[in-house]
């Protein structure tokens, strides 16, 4: 296994440019489901993922091919209908096989995910939605058992705004009969993209980006070329190393509307950051200023950037107050960052940073994809060399963030162990 060294206090300089968002590529490669021919796909990053959805979707048939760095995707030979175990429980998005599969074949087997790292995260309001669109579900030996002659377009409410929720159904809802309406649906960048995708494969997609989204349901779809959009985490965590290394980065290929709600707390930290059409540029600040954040669905504070600001937190003047919203376990990186010296206090969803100016490099332990990014910025701010071990959680959703932040100057490396 890989881990990661960091020996720390280096500003970063330079220019990054930003890959593919993971959370909209995930999604779009399962719509490719959706009909046969084949679909373009460019801007898919290279990450673990990207490489289990993929498993997953050749497990049911679909052929990939790679040219140039352009993806691929034919479904003409579909022939399983089933996402299993092995492959679901190693990442939960695998549930957006379910409502492309119900759509194109009328039926699916999917594993349940089961328990993550972050948090319960259940999947009823995607099987409500489902049913009230006339799928029949079943729970069998750990499995949800779906079938549908043919769905039905249907009025759904969400209690919660889900992302992968608010694209499953929409998928579901492109080739069913009548007029679906999504309410209190996700409004993140990702779940247009995958509109935006859906649209060109012909769907009737109207409102995704609001909490009302409309899909009128559609006879036949054909295959696409599309682009997916820039990773606004990733774009976020490299803004943030920036601050927490009182750097200057050019970070490129930035879709800055996206990143607003991340924007506006690191410039009240006192750093600058400028707009120059795609791109922005960072300048960390010598004092960084204490921030209360509290994590909401989009247009709100990403829960995806929670940990990695507060790893900015720690070594701030003052204190602030971190409040995690979308997920009850989100804070499993609090201990690690504790080992660095930070001084934190959890009561409940909420975690009270008290900075200390500086973080002293230690062993550490990744615990999930976001915690692990928290610990390489508190590894480039901290004082002496920070081991990090069980990387493989970066590597699920971050292409290359260690050699992008070597390629920025930062001392950092891999070695096995
Ligand atoms: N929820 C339910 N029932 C459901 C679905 C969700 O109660 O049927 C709850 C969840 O437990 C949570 C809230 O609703 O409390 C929101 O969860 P959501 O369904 O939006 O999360 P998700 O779709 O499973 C996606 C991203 C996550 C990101 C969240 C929130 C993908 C593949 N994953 O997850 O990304 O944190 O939205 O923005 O899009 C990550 O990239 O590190 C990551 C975890």
Not at 361 to 380: F, H, I, K, N, Q
Request: net charge negative; charged share 20%.
């Amino acid at each position: 296994m890989d881990k990661i060294i960091i020996e720390g206090g280096t500003p970063l300089a330079g220019a990054v440019t930003v890959s593919g968002a993971k959370n909209a590529a995930l999604p779009i490669l399962c719509s490719c489901l959706l009909t046969g021919g084949s679909h373009t796909l460019h801007n898919i990053p290279a990450l673990r993922d990207i490489r289990t959805i993929q498993e997953i979707l050749a497990n049911l048939g679909v052929a990939f091919e790679v040219h140039e760095g352009v993806l691929t995707v034919n479904s003409d030979n579909l022939h399983g209908d089933t996402a299993p175990y092995q492959l679901v429980k190693t990442m939960r998005a695998s549930v957006l096989v379910l409502g492309p599969l119900l759509s194109r074949l009328g039926k699916a087997r999917i594993s349940l995910p089961g328990g993550c790292a972050i948090g319960a995260r259940p999947i009823d309001l995607h099987l409500k939605g489902l049913s009230a669109m006339g799928a029949r579900i079943s729970l069998e030996h750990g499995y949800v058992v779906a079938s549908a002659d043919k769905l039905r377009g249907a009025d759904i409410f969400f209690d919660i705004p889900t992302v992968t929720g608010t694209e499953n159904l929409m998928m579901a809802a492109v080739t069913a009969e009548g007029r679906t309406n999504l309410r209190n649906a996700a409004k993140e960048p990702e779940v247009v993209d995958l509109a935006a995708m859906l649209n060109g494969m012909g769907a009737h997609i109207e409102g995704a980006g609001t909490d009302t989204v409309t899909i009128t349901g559609v006879k036949d779809l054909h295959p696409v070329t599309h682009t997916i959009i820039a990773d606004r985490i990733e774009a976020g965590t490299f803004l943030t190393a920036a601050a927490i290394t009182k750097g200057n980065v050019r970070i490129q290929g930035c879709r800055v509307d996206d990143l607003e709600a991340i924007i506006e707390k690191l410039l009240d930290t006192g750093m600058e950051i400028r707009r120059e059409g795609a791109d922005l540029v960072a300048q960390g600040n010598d004092s960084i200023k204490s921030v209360d954040i509290k994590t909401m669905p989009f247009p709100g504070f990403p829960t995806d950037m929670q940990a990695q600001f507060m790893a900015l937190m720690c070594i701030a003047d003052g204190w602030s107050m971190i409040r995690e919203t979308i997920f009850e376990n989100r804070f499993m990186h609090v201990s690690e960052l504790q080992r660095m010296g930070a001084d934190i206090e959890i009561n409940g969803g909420q975690a009270l940073v008290r900075g200390k100016g500086k973080l002293s490099g230690a062993p550490v332990m990744a615990t999930d994809l976001r915690a692990s990014a928290c610990l390489v910025l508190a590894g480039l701010a901290a004082e002496g060399r920070t081991e990090i071990t069980r990387v493989y959680h970066l590597d699920r959703g971050y292409q290359d963030l260690d050699g992008k932040l070597a390629s920025l100057g930062s001392k950092i490396w891999r070695e096995q162990y």
